[in-house]
């Protein structure tokens, strides 16, 4: 079974950056797609940015010009990097894997098979 762990997360100033890692333990990046959902209180979980089994990358709209992520086949790591932070960043930041997907999916939340813990984001004025 793939198992995600996430870290990177805390608490920024508006304005501000962070880069959040998601570590797996088996090689996933050939035969899954990888995505960055978050979930912020009294809200569902929506996805941000994906990637996909054939490298192409997707990202919400919102997220646009501010969110890049990236993944080390090496190291078996997906990455979220986040720029110019806001308040409304503010959630838990999960990582999560779907072994089988259509591309039309990728932002979906229920596409995922896997997920990890989440790591926290924190967005101040």
């Known amino acids: 079974q793939v198992q995600l762990v996430e870290s990177g997360g805390g608490s920024v100033q508006a304005g501000g950056s962070l880069r959040l890692s998601c570590a797996a333990s088996?090689?996933?990046?050939?035969?899954?797609?990888m995505a960055w959902l978050p979930h912020a209180p009294a809200t569902e979980p929506e996805g941000v940015a994906a990637i996909l089994s054939d490298g192409t990358i997707l990202y919400a709209e919102s997220v646009k010009g501010g969110f890049t992520i990236s993944q080390d086949n090496a190291k078996n790591t997906l990455y979220l990097q986040m720029n110019s932070l806001k308040p409304e960043d503010t959630a838990m930041y999960y990582c999560?894997?779907?072994?089988?997907?259509?591309?039309?999916?990728?932002?979906?939340?229920?596409?995922?098979?896997?997920w990890g813990q989440g790591t926290q984001v924190t967005v101040s004025s």
């Open positions: 999560a894997a779907a072994t089988h997907a259509a591309r039309w999916f990728a932002l979906t939340p229920s596409t995922y098979d896997y």
């Open positions: 088996t090689y996933t990046y050939v035969n899954s797609f």
